[in-house]
C-alpha cells in the first residue's frame, strides 16, 4: 500500500529553486530515506509533505489527504520531528509531553514512551538543561505522542556523537517495527545504509534516484580495490585482461587491483587456476557515499 505520493514538486524561494519537480511514493511499514546534501532540498520537500510549507507546483496526498487542505485530519496520522525543532529552555520534559499529548484526540501512553526512550527519570529536567541526544528523543516522544501512521524524522543524528547516533538509530528501527511507515531526512551516508529499505537521492532540489542503497551501488558502479600478497609469479598483463578489470599497480610487493562488476569472481578465479594464494587479501567494496559520488559528483558526507 502506497502511504505518501508526491508528484511533480515544486517550490522557489524568490529567485531560488528549492525543489524542482520532485516524484516520489513511500510504501506502508517502510523506512524511507531522503538523501543529499546540505541545501539539496531535502527539508523543503517534507515541510511541504507535513503540510508546513505550501507547494508552488505538483501535488502530495499522504493516505489520500492534501497535506494543506486537510491538515486537521493529517495531524492524526502524522508525527513530524523537523531538524530546527526547539521548546522553550525552561519548559520540562513532562510539560513538553503533556502539552503536545492535548493535542491530539487519543494520545499515547507518554510515561510509557518516556521509558521506552530513556527519558522517564528526565520528566522534570528543563529542556535546556538536556543533552543532545536527550533533546533528539523527546523530539521522536512528540511525534509519536499521536499514534501516527506515519512519522518524519529530518535530520534526526545531526550533532550527536557516535554512540548516541547508533543509540538513536535503534530506536528508529523499533518505531518501524511498531507499525509506523517513517520517512527519514539525513545526509549521513552510513545512517541511509543502516536504516533505510530505499532512498531518494535529491541534488540541487533535483531527484537523481530512487532505489534501494545496495541499487543505488549497484546502478552506479563505483570501482571496488583487491589488495594481496600473490604467493607466486603473475604478470600485470594475465590482470589486465580479465573481465572488470581497470587498472592493476604493485606497492610495496602487494598487488592493487581496481575494478567494477565480477572482478572479485575473476581474479580469485584466475589466481586458483594459477594455484596462486593470495595472501593479506583485502577488498574495498564500493559503498553508499562512493555511488553518491558518482550520481552526484559531489563528495559524500
Not at 211 to 237: C, H, K, N, W, Y
Amino acid at each position: 500500500m502506497t502511504v505518501i505520493e508526491v508528484n511533480g514538486l515544486g517550490k522557489r524561494y524568490g529567485d531560488h529553486v528549492a525543489v524542482d519537480e520532485v516524484s516520489f511514493s513511500v510504501a506502508e511499514g517502510e523506512i524511507f530515506g531522503v538523501l543529499g546534501p546540505n541545501g539539496a532540498g531535502k527539508t523543503t520537500t517534507v515541510e511541504c509533505i507535513a503540510g508546513l510549507r505550501v507547494p508552488d507546483s505538483g501535488t502530495i496526498r499522504v493516505l489520500g489527504l492534501d497535506p494543506w487542505r486537510d491538515d486537521a485530519a493529517l495531524r492524526r496520522v502524522l508525527g513530524v520531528q523537523l531538524q530546527d525543532s526547539r521548546l522553550p529552555e525552561r519548559m520540562t520534559v513532562g510539560e513538553a509531553v503533556a502539552l503536545h499529548a492535548s493535542f491530539h484526540p487519543d494520545p499515547a501512553d507518554g510515561d510509557a514512551l518516556l521509558e521506552r526512550l530513556g527519558l522517564a527519570r528526565m520528566r522534570g529536567t528543563r529542556f535546556g538543561a538536556l543533552s543532545g541526544g536527550q533533546q533528539q528523543r523527546l523530539a521522536i516522544v512528540l511525534a509519536l505522542i499521536g499514534r501516527p501512521r506515519i512519522a518524519v524524522l529530518d535530520e534526526l543524528t545531526t550533532g550527536l556523537d557516535p554512540q548516541s547516533r547508533r543509540s538513536t538509530w535503534e530506536l528508529v528501527e523499533q518505531i518501524r517495527a511498531d507499525g509506523v511507515t517513517i520517512v527519514l531526512v539525513t545526509h549521513f551516508m552510513e545512517e541511509a545504509e543502516r536504516l533505510c529499505d530505499r532512498l531518494a537521492l535529491l541534488d540541487a532540489g533535483r531527484v537523481v534516484a530512487i532505489d534501494t542503497p545496495s541499487g543505488l551501488v549497484e546502478r552506479a558502479r563505483p570501482p571496488q580495490v583487491i589488495r594481496f600478497r600473490p604467493s607466486g609469479p603473475v604478470s600485470d598483463g594475465v590482470l589486465r585482461a580479465l573481465p572488470g578489470v581497470t587498472a592493476v599497480a604493485r606497492r610495496h610487493g602487494l598487488v592493487e587491483i581496481t575494478g567494477t562488476g565480477d572482478v572479485l569472481a575473476a581474479v580469485t578465479a584466475e589466481l586458483a587456476q594459477r594455484r596462486i594464494v593470495a595472501a593479506e587479501l583485502r577488498i574495498t567494496q564500493a559503498r553508499l557515499d562512493d555511488a553518491f559520488v558518482a550520481l552526484t559528483g559531489k563528495a559524500a558526507r
